[in-house]
């Protein structure tokens, strides 16, 4: 049997198959040739199996050494990077405390060299002895450049402080600026010179920094020049000059500002003065109550900040030149030129003004000037009268006429107000004479007050507090608190327009006005309200005529029917003896014919009295309307002899208690200005 070959021990060796000993012709040539091929190959595949074997564990062997040796390098790395992380934060921590000043800088480098040596002295002994050359290398060159950064920060550090010190140098030298101007310049000048090569700036901007400081400094001098002479014409002028010709450095935009505020403040100037002249021209023209005299001596305040252009006044005083009004606008012009505002004017001399605008245009043309200036006056114009119809307290405060208006304290009722009326009553006929008509002594919101305290009393009471407030002011002021509480209450603008008027029984006509308008409203009576017949129908009849404008007979009507209206809840019939009562209580005096017109003869007054006062009429007492002494009748002059002769066979329309309008000619009689002409009768009540 054949056996497996063995060495010494028994190992198994290799050696060749040994196949039966016989000769290829015993099995025949082809299949004993097979048999010992066979045999060769297993012997080589047996050798082949014992190598591989010894190969793969000398190789694992080999992976095993030299994955023990990345571990190892591995680990050195990882130290040497946790040294070169250390030595980078302890350079940002020093840079950080250079910066914020905990570190000192003059110890920086010193503070890094023994940081530095501490995390080398940690780290190397982390890495194995085969590494450690290569590692203090490593680390050696990254402290080398860090260090570097320490010193760098040092430089900048002190760079930032010599820059700080110039800088405090500068600005404190900007303050001397101001009384010793080439000291404070010389020390700048050294201070660049001498402190600029170590602060890290370009010659550039060292150059640039002086250049800022002297337009800086000279700009500031300047600025405290023109502010602290803002209040003086010669300190604005040697400002000026100082900003013009003693500050060469200064920025020329800044320098265009200087000039322009120097403009503003003598602006402010000349409006101050003008607005102090405006005032004492306007406390004269209260005086002497002639509102024309306004315009020939011409000085306002400015229109709400509108100024007028030179050049438009120039132009103003050629288009008027040869023309009546031509010394006025020359007065305007002398002040006009540095402020000119319109508003404060009087406001029949704004409307005058406006009217001999428009006859300059219809006799000479229109040109872009005039109807610039048509345009301007229209505008100041029309503002006055809408605040007149708002509130003419404030409208006159706005504009200067009264300088304040405190308001009033209504909290103690009427015994509380009227004190305090003295005073309102005085600024009430300043407001007046500006605006050419009575204006009220209350504000629009302080009269609505009023007239909702009055409203919660019983109608007596409402009568006597209407006739306890109308005995403190003028019946023209009365009359205009009326038409102030017009709107909310009629009866009660009604009974205020009436004032202290009492009945023949010695009644406050005020009571049966609200008595008349309560019962209507109650509908405790009953209103005959025929066309023709009824209570409105003869009260209209009767006063058809009386007035020459509609609202002003529309509240006489309205007054006579309350009136009736009071006296028919009190009893009466309402017959044509009760309507022609209530008339002349509405009126305040007697109807009467006078030259085929309808008249009320005021109550104080007889017809005799009021006949010779037309026959006699003082010419004194119409001259002080006729600015040129000569009375207008559709547009032609008449002497004022002339016209008073006419007098007492001349119609006349009622505008007021015991004044009249004078009719001419079909029309109304005016002055040179076109304002109507007003004759009065003494004794009114």
Request: aromatic content about 4%; proline content about 6%.
């Amino acid at each position: 049997m054949a056996q497996i070959p063995v060495g010494a021990g028994r190992r198994v060796t290799p050696g060749g198959y040994r196949g039966p000993n016989a000769s290829p012709a015993s099995y025949g040539s082809q299949v004993g040739q097979a048999m010992e091929q066979l045999g060769g190959t297993v012997a080589g595949i047996g050798m082949d199996e014992l190598r591989e074997q010894a190969r793969v564990r000398e190789e694992e062997r080999r992976q095993a050494a030299a994955q023990a040796e990345a571990s190892a390098r591995q680990r050195d790395l990882l130290a040497v990077q946790q040294g070169q992380d250390q030595l980078r934060d302890a350079h940002d921590e020093i840079a950080e405390g250079i910066g914020n000043g905990t570190v000192p800088k003059e110890q920086a480098e010193q503070a890094w060299q023994d940081r530095a040596k501490q995390i080398l002295a940690d780290t190397t002994p982390k890495v194995r002895p085969q590494a450690q050359d290569l590692a203090t290398r490593e680390l050696d060159g990254l402290q080398a450049r860090l260090g570097n950064g320490v010193r760098k920060t040092v430089l900048k550090r002190d760079q930032s402080d010599i820059q700080a010190g110039i800088d405090q140098t500068l600005e404190y030298q900007a303050r001397q600026y101001g009384t010793d101007p080439a000291k404070a310049s010389a020390m700048v000048e050294a201070t660049l010179r001498e402190l600029g090569p170590f602060s890290g700036l370009s010659p550039e901007q060292l150059q640039r920094k002086g250049q800022v400081w002297r337009e800086s400094t000279e700009y500031t001098q300047g600025f405290e020049a023109v502010s602290g002479a803002r209040n003086s014409r010669p300190g604005l002028d040697q400002a000026e000059k100082l900003v013009n010709g003693g500050l060469p450095n200064i920025d020329p935009q800044k320098k265009a500002t200087l000039n322009d505020r120097i403009q503003a403040y003598r602006l402010s100037l000349d409006q101050k003065d003008e607005m102090a002249a405006a005032r004492r021209q306007r406390e004269a023209e209260t005086r002497l109550k002639n509102a024309e005299a306004a315009y020939n001596v011409f000085v306002s305040q400015a229109d709400k900040g509108t100024m007028l252009d030179p050049a438009y006044i120039d132009s103003a005083i050629q288009v008027t030149a040869g023309t009546p009004y031509q010394n006025g606008i020359v007065a305007m012009a002398k002040q006009a030129q540095e402020s000119g505002g319109l508003a404060a004017q009087p406001v029949p001399v704004q409307r005058q003004m406006l009217t001999e605008l428009d006859g300059e245009i219809a006799r000479n043309g229109r040109n872009p000037a005039l109807d610039k200036r048509r345009q301007q006056l229209e505008k100041v114009l029309q503002g006055s009268e809408q605040d007149l119809q708002r509130d003419p307290l404030r409208a006159g405060l706005e504009r200067g006429v009264i300088t304040q208006l405190p308001p009033l304290q209504l909290q103690g009722g009427l015994e509380g107000i009227i004190p305090q009326l003295t005073t309102r009553v005085q600024q009430a006929d300043r407001v007046g004479t500006w605006a050419g008509r009575p204006v009220a002594p209350f504000t629009s919101d302080e009269a609505q007050n009023v007239a909702r305290f009055i409203r919660t009393q019983p109608p007596e009471q409402r009568a006597r507090s209407i006739q306890a407030l109308a005995q403190v002011m003028p019946p023209r002021q009365a009359q205009a608190l009326a038409a102030l509480m017009d709107k909310e209450d009629r009866p009660l603008a009604i009974a205020f327009g009436l004032g202290a008027s009492r009945t023949t029984f010695d009644r406050p006509v005020a009571e049966l006005v609200l008595k008349g308008a309560t019962a209507l409203e109650n509908k405790t009576i009953k209103e005959d309200k025929t066309p023709v017949d009824g209570w409105m129908g003869r009260i209209n009849a009767t006063i058809a005529g009386v007035y020459g404008n509609t609202e002003q007979t529309s509240m006489v009507s309205d007054a006579a029917r309350y009136i009736l209206a009071g006296k028919v809840a009190e009893g009466a019939a309402g017959s044509d003896g009760d309507v022609r009562t209530a008339i002349d209580l509405a009126v305040g005096g007697k109807l009467s014919d006078v030259n085929g017109t309808q008249v009320v003869i005021p109550a104080g007054v007889q017809r005799k009295d009021f006949d010779a006062r037309m026959r006699q009429y003082p010419p004194d007492d119409l001259a002080k309307q006729l600015p040129d002494g000569k009375v207008y009748v559709r547009g032609q002059p008449m002497d004022l002899q002339v016209f008073l002769n006419g007098l007492p066979s001349a119609q006349l329309r009622t505008v007021g208690s015991g004044r009249y309008a004078v009719v001419g000619g079909g029309s109304i009689a005016t002055n040179a200005q076109g304002k109507p002409i007003v004759v009065e009768v003494p004794n009114a009540r």
